[in-house]
């Protein structure tokens, strides 16, 4: 157990729906970062907030949006959604924002049909 | 840009025996961490081993341990003594140290390298 925790850990999804995934960070963890997986490619970078401040954005659509409360955990909006969105989605946190390890939770399983 | 390759798509093992996973990096960064991670079936992202750019000893857990080659770029996985267990998709990462974080703080990994173990 790394001490990330995701919800919902299944969802399945019609097109054109909105989701929100929802991260817990592990105790003590300031940065969040978000990383989709689809079957047939790796792990795609998304988004990263350190403290409840975005710092890096990667390959994330427009139709997608994050952000982090002040208590810390953290939601991966994603709207208009297409066949394609279908992925695992990661959540995973470290303690800060460069340098040291960064801990993956179980993920989120999205199903578009 | 810092870059990571893993050149072998799959690899296989007999069960017990020793397997090296290649992972080659390009930076230009002083300060940096690599990391290799396994993902099993259930598809959990599971920390394998870290190593730290600054030291010089390769890092070692338990029957995984690295050959980290700073100038050559390269940092390899060995298993030991291979378990049926140790089936999983390997990905080795990189991340940049905190002289160069924020925007660079994420985790650059490579496409991954498919790990069978036969009994």
């Known amino acids: 157990d790394s001490g990330v925790t995701q919800t919902p850990k299944h969802l399945i999804t019609a097109t054109g729906q909105r989701v929100t995934l929802r991260c817990s960070p592990r105790?003590?963890?300031?940065?969040v970062y978000w990383y989709q997986q689809s079957l047939d490619q790796g792990l795609q970078f998304l988004i990263q907030?350190?403290?409840?401040?975005?710092?890096a954005k990667g390959n994330i659509l427009e139709r997608f949006s994050a952000q982090q409360f002040p208590d810390l955990h953290s939601e991966l909006n994603l709207s208009s959604l297409e066949l394609g969105d279908s992925a695992l989605y990661f959540c995973?946190?470290?303690?800060?924002?460069?340098?040291?390890?960064?801990?993956f939770g179980e993920g989120s399983w999205l199903t578009v049909v | 840009a810092q870059t990571v390759t893993q050149s072998q798509p799959e690899m296989s093992v007999q069960e017990a025996e020793t397997v090296t996973l290649s992972c080659t990096y390009d930076?230009?960064?002083?300060?940096?961490?690599l990391f290799w991670y396994k993902q099993p079936p259930s598809r959990q992202m599971i920390l394998v081993i870290r190593?730290?750019?600054?030291?010089?000893q390769n890092a070692t857990e338990n029957r995984f341990s690295v050959n980290f080659q700073k100038a050559a770029k390269s940092f390899s996985l060995k298993i030991s003594d291979s378990q049926l267990g140790d089936a999983a998709m390997y990905f080795c990462?990189?991340?940049?140290?905190?002289?160069?974080?924020?925007?660079?703080?994420?985790?650059?990994f490579g496409k991954g390298t498919k790990l069978s173990v036969k009994p």
């Open positions: 995973a946190s470290s303690v800060l924002e460069a340098g040291n390890t960064i801990y």
């Open positions: 990462a990189y991340r940049s140290g905190l002289n160069y974080g924020g925007s660079q703080g994420n985790l650059i």
């Open positions: 907030y350190y403290n409840g401040e975005e710092r």
């Open positions: 105790s003590g963890d300031l940065s």
């Open positions: 190593q730290e750019a600054y030291k010089q």
């Open positions: 930076t230009s960064e002083s300060d940096y961490y």
